[in-house]
């Protein structure tokens, strides 16, 4: 993962605004959580922005039960 990226996700648990693309800089960007086994409600996470799509992934992570959830991941990701 990019470390331009690391300020940004440091919101994510905190409902924080996301804030500016760490790429294009426009404040354009989405995220959310799909969970994969729900008997422990594990899953990934995507963090993207809409404008340049560039984004990120984060693997293996559990998914609080407040999370904003995905059904559909945006094609094109630049990640």
């Known amino acids: 993962m990019n470390a ?3 300020p940004v996700l440091g919101k994510l648990g905190r409902h924080l605004p996301l804030g500016e693309c760490p790429f294009c800089h426009k404040d354009t ?3 959310g959580f799909k969970v994969i086994n729900q008997a422990d409600n594990m899953g990934f996470g995507m963090i993207w922005c809409r404008d340049c799509h560039h ?3 984060l693997s293996r992570v559990k998914v609080e039960h407040d999370a904003k959830r995905l059904d559909n991941i945006p094609e094109k990701i630049i990640v």
């Open 4 to 6: 331009k990226w690391f």
């Open 55 to 57: 984004g990120a992934q």
């Open 29 to 31: 960007l989405e995220y």
